[in-house]
C-alpha cells in the first residue's frame, strides 16, 4: 500500500543534498490567477511538511495570497519578502538582506532548489542528509530474517541509520508490509549496553519496514518498487541499497531489471552481493561481466563476506601497523608459520544441504574466508587506509600465492558417530537432506599455501577448515621461531618448538589475542613456564561486540570498500583455486572419513609434519 512520507520521518527531515534559498518557493508568469497561486502555495507547503521543514512566517505568506490576484515574478518577491522583515526565515533556512535580495531577481520554478550565486554559505542553515532506501531482496530467507533485518534494526537503534530511512523487502512470497513486520520483529533484540527505550525504537523502526511481493525474472515488479519507493522519497535526493540474498541463478537477471527500472535518479545506487561468487574461474568472470554489463561499476558492486567483519579481522591492521612490537617481526625472519583454522562443531546448517553438496568447503569457505584473511594478514603497509589502497595490497598477495596441488591438500567429510552421551545417533554427511547418494563432497579441507615473494618466501600457511569437529573455533595462530642460541634451552629439552613465542588471535567463540610467553615460575630454583598475555575482549571492553553484518552493511552505507572483495580479488582467488578444483574433481578423490565431533581426518597431521608444523588448536 501507498505510504506518506511522514509516516516514516517523523522528527527529521528529508533534505535537499545542496542548500536552498527563499528564491527557489515562488515563480510565477504576469496574470498568475489567485485559485493558482492559492495551489501553488499548497504544493510548496507539502513539500516542505515532506521535507520535514518548517514554515515559521505561515501567516505573512497567506496575507500575500490573499492580497494578490496577479502579479510577476518580481512582485511576488517583493510582497514575500515586504511582509518577512529583516530577520525572516522560511523552512530553516534563514535570509539575510543578500538573499533577500537574491529572492526579488529569482527566476526558478515552484518548489525546486536554489542557491543564488551572490548567497554567503554562512547565511543558509540547510539540512543536507539525502533519504536512504535499503531493499533486501529475499527477504523471507533465512538469511534476511535472522542476519540481515537483525543488524538494520542495531544500525538503526544504534543511530547509525538516518530517521529519513525505508527499508523494503523484496520476495516472491504473498504478504503485506505487516506481515513481514511480523515475520522479522521475533528477532530483533535491542543491545544489552543501551537498552532503553526498546520498544519505542522497534516500533519505529518496524514503521519504516515496508514489503513489496515480485519475481526474479521480470522487471515488472521492479518498477512498482521504484514507484513505492519514490513516494517515500519524495523530490530530495535519495540513496539506495539493494541487498542481493537471492539464488545465484537469479543474481544476473535481477541485477538487470534493478538497473533498468529501481536505480536511484537523485543520488548513489550500491549492490550488496552474497556468495557464492561463482564456482570457479570462467563462471566468476562470467557473473562479474554480466554485473558491469547490467550498469553497475566495480565502486557500486560490494561483494560480502560475513567473516570479514568480524571484530578480530578488522582489528588485523590495527594491531600490525600500530604496534612497534609486532610490525619489525611480520616476515619469514621471525615467523616460522601461520595457521588459518576455521573449526565448527555442527554438521550442514538445516536447509543448505543441496548448496553445500554443490559448493564443497574449498568453495564455501576457503575461496573467500580464507584467502580474504591471509590477504588481510600478510599484506604489505598500505599507502593509506582508504579501501582501495588496502584492496590494492591485497591483490598483490593473492598473485604472488602459489597454487596448491592435490599434493598439498587433505580431504574428509565427516561420518555418522554415537552421541557423548551415547543415547543418539548423530547422522554422518550421506545422510543429510537433499545430498546426493555417494557424493564426494568434502566437509574438511587442510592445505598449506606459500606466498613467493620477499615478505614471506619459505613461510607455510597453513589452512584447516571443516565441519562436524571436536569445538567451533576460529582463529589465526602465529608461530615464531626460536630464539637463535637460547640459553635456556636445557630447560625446555628437546622439544625447543614448546618455548617458541606464539601470537593468537580468536576470531570465535570468544574474541580474544593471546601472546605466549617463556616466564621463570617464582622460587628459588629455575623453572620456566610458557604463560600467555590474554587479552580477553568481554573482560576489558563493556558492551556487547557487534555483528560483523551491522560493521559491514554501515561500511556499504559510507561508502568504505577495504572488506569487501573487488573484482581483480575475487578473479585472483579463482586463479589460486580452479587448478585444484579441476585435479580433484577428474582425479574423483574420495575423501577421508572422519568421526562427526572428532579432530579430522589422519592425514592432517601428515600433512603438517611434511612442512615442520604441528597444528597449534590440537
Not at 399 to 427: E, F, H, N, W
Not at 591 to 605: D, K, N, Q, S, V
Request: net charge negative; charged share 25%.
Amino acid at each position: 500500500m501507498a505510504c506518506a512520507l511522514g509516516s516514516i520521518a517523523t522528527g527529521s527531515p528529508a533534505c535537499f543534498g545542496h542548500s536552498v534559498n527563499s528564491a527557489s518557493v515562488f515563480r510565477h508568469r504576469q496574470g498568475t490567477s489567485r485559485s493558482q497561486l492559492q495551489r501553488s502555495w499548497l504544493t510548496v507547503k507539502n513539500r516542505q511538511q515532506k521535507l520535514g521543514l518548517k514554515v515559521q512566517s505561515e501567516k505573512p505568506l497567506q496575507h500575500t495570497l490573499d492580497s494578490f490576484s496577479s502579479f510577476d515574478g518580481e512582485g511576488v518577491g517583493r510582497a514575500i519578502t515586504g511582509n518577512l522583515g529583516s530577520s525572516s526565515v522560511v523552512g530553516n533556512i534563514k535570509l539575510t538582506d543578500s538573499v533577500r535580495g537574491d529572492v526579488r531577481a529569482s527566476a526558478t520554478t515552484i518548489g525546486e532548489p536554489s542557491l543564488s550565486p551572490h548567497a554567503n554559505i554562512d547565511d543558509l542553515t540547510p539540512s543536507t542528509t539525502p533519504f536512504l532506501t535499503i531493499t533486501v531482496l529475499g527477504a523471507t530467507g533465512d538469511l534476511a530474517t535472522s542476519k540481515i533485518f537483525p543488524a538494520l534494526f542495531a544500525l538503526y537503534y544504534s543511530g547509525h541509520l538516518p530517521e529519513n530511512v525505508a527499508i523494503f523487502g523484496y520476495s516472491r512470497s504473498p504478504l503485506s508490509d505487516e506481515d513481514l513486520r511480523n515475520l522479522i520483529s521475533e528477532r530483533l533484540t535491542c543491545r544489552v549496553d543501551h537498552a532503553e527505550e526498546c520498544g519505542n525504537k522497534t516500533d519505529a523502526f518496524l514503521k519504516r519496514v515496508f514489503y513489496q511481493r515480485g519475481v526474479y525474472n521480470t522487471c515488472d515488479h521492479m518498477e512498482t518498487l521504484d514507484s513505492r519507493m519514490l513516494e517515500l522519497e519524495g523530490n530530495g535526493p535519495a540513496n539506495r541499497v539493494f541487498y542481493l540474498s537471492v539464488p545465484k541463478e537469479c543474481l544476473l537477471e535481477v541485477t538487470n531489471c534493478l538497473s533498468a527500472s529501481a536505480k536511484s535518479k537523485t543520488g548513489w545506487t550500491r549492490l550488496i552481493v552474497e556468495k557464492p561468487f561463482g564456482d570457479d574461474a570462467d563462471s566468476s568472470d562470467k557473473i562479474t561481466r554480466g554485473l558491469y554489463q547490467a550498469g553497475f561499476s566495480e565502486d557500486q558492486i560490494y561483494r560480502i563476506d560475513h567473516l570479514l567483519g568480524k571484530e578480530l579481522i578488522e582489528n588485523l591492521t590495527v594491531l600490525r601497523f600500530s604496534n612497534l612490537v609486532f610490525e619489525p617481526l611480520w616476515s619469514r625472519t621471525y615467523i616460522k608459520n601461520v595457521q588459518f583454522i576455521y573449526s565448527e562443531d555442527w554438521g550442514v546448517c538445516p536447509g543448505k544441504e543441496r548448496y553445500f553438496d554443490e559448493q564443497g568447503v574449498i568453495r564455501d569457505l576457503v575461496q573467500s574466508h580464507m584467502l580474504q584473511t591471509i590477504a588481510l594478514f600478510a599484506m604489505e603497509p598500505p599507502v593509506t587506509l582508504e579501501g582501495e589502497d588496502i584492496r590494492n595490497e591485497k591483490v598483490k598477495v593473492l598473485r604472488s600465492m602459489r597454487a596448491p596441488t592435490y599434493a598439498d591438500v587433505v580431504l574428509g567429510q565427516y561420518k555418522a558417530s554415537i552421541s557423548k552421551d551415547g543415547k543418539s545417533k548423530i547422522p554422518g554427511y550421506l545422510d543429510e537432506p537433499d545430498v546426493r547418494t555417494n557424493s564426494l563432497t568434502p566437509t574438511f579441507v587442510a592445505t598449506v599455501l606459500y606466498i613467493d615473494n620477499s615478505r614471506w618466501d619459505g613461510v607455510p600457511f597453513l589452512v584447516k577448515a571443516g565441519k562436524g569437529l571436536i569445538k567451533h573455533s576460529v582463529e589465526i595462530r602465529i608461530q615464531f621461531r626460536q630464539v637463535p642460541g637460547n640459553l635456556y634451552r636445557e630447560r625446555f629439552g628437546y622439544n625447543l618448538d614448546a618455548a617458541a613465542n606464539e601470537l593468537v588471535l580468536r576470531v570465535q567463540p570468544d574474541e580474544a589475542i593471546n601472546l605466549k610467553v617463556n616466564n621463570k615460575v617464582p622460587g628459588l630454583g629455575l623453572q620456566l613456564d610458557s604463560s600467555e598475555l590474554n587479552l580477553l575482549y568481554r573482560d576489558k571492553y563493556d558492551g556487547e561486540v557487534p555483528d560483523s553484518y551491522e560493521r559491514l552493511i554501515l561500511d556499504v552505507i559510507d561508502g568504505d570498500t577495504h572488506l569487501f572483495l573487488r573484482g581483480d580479488e575475487l578473479a585472483a582467488t579463482w586463479e589460486i583455486l580452479t587448478p585444484l578444483l579441476e585435479e580433484i574433481e577428474n582425479l574423483k578423490v574420495a575423501p577421508e572419513l572422519y568421526t562427526f565431533g572428532g579432530r579430522g581426518p589422519i592425514g592432517a597431521y601428515y600433512l603438517g609434519a611434511q612442512h615442520g608444523v604441528k597444528w597449534a588448536d590440537d
